[in-house]
T-cell receptor, first 113, second 118 residues
């Protein structure tokens, strides 16, 4: 069975600091992995996705994530946080032969001035 | 190009009342999804349509929830009667088949309908 664990329901960083949001997955087969962002009162927007090509995936807004099979992780990073990055971030996994996406419980990112 | 449209954005009802949500997907997207997002959690799939056919409704509480996508375009999700525990954000998403058979379809989400049951 697939599952996703996001470590830390709330992360706070200073503006300009490194952003690191953690995600670990479990899957019996190589998965597809996603990061979505949700701004207040809005739907989810795809930041990036891993599809078994390059292990380092670059997304929108300067975010990137690295697939590490040995650690079953897909952590999201951004070198320098901006105030506009404050939002809820969801990691998600999908079996390669199915359409159902399993979402993590989310991490709320706050940016301190 | 317009994104996924949902209405209403907010709905407050008393328990035991019926409620309906409407979704218009992105033009040309054959696949439509309804998700429920409880407070502080990620979305959970309720039902998935391929055109007008419901191909995955295993998580839809069929005693009180129903959905339809009659012409394979827009869709309606209904709850009758609503219970206190149904308070959540109901998200609609749509996707089209990826041109790359090795890449999953990207799902595009609407803004959601926030339901409050009193």
């Amino acid at each position: 069975a697939q599952s996703v664990t996001q470590l830390g329901s709330h992360v706070s960083v200073s503006e300009g600091a490194l952003v690191l949001l953690r995600c670990n997955y479990s899957s019996s087969v190589p998965p597809y992995l996603f990061w979505y962002v949700q701004y207040p009162n809005q739907g989810l927007q795809l930041l990036l996705k891993y599809t078994s090509a390059a292990t380092l995936v670059k997304g929108i807004n300067g975010f990137e994530a690295e697939f590490k099979k040995s650690e079953t992780s897909f952590h999201l990073t951004k070198p320098s946080a901006h105030m506009s990055d404050a939002a809820e971030y969801f990691c998600a996994v999908r079996h390669s032969s199915a359409s159902k996406i399993i979402f993590g419980s989310g991490t709320r990112l706050s940016i301190r001035p | 190009e317009a994104g996924v449209v949902q209405s209403p954005r907010y709905k407050i009802i008393e328990k035991k009342q019926p409620v309906a949500f409407w979704c218009n997907p992105i033009s040309g997207h054959n696949t439509l999804y309804w998700y429920r997002q409880n407070l502080g959690q990620g979305p959970e799939l309720l039902i998935r349509y391929e055109n007008e056919e419901a191909v995955d409704d295993s998580q839809l509480p069929k005693d009180r929830f129903s959905a339809e996508r009659l012409k394979g375009v827009d869709s309606t999700l209904k709850i009758q009667p609503a219970e206190l525990g149904d308070s959540a954000v109901y998200l609609c998403a749509s996707s089209s088949k990826s041109r790359d058979s090795y890449s999953p379809d990207t799902q595009y989400f609407g803004p959601g309908t926030r339901l409050t049951v009193l």
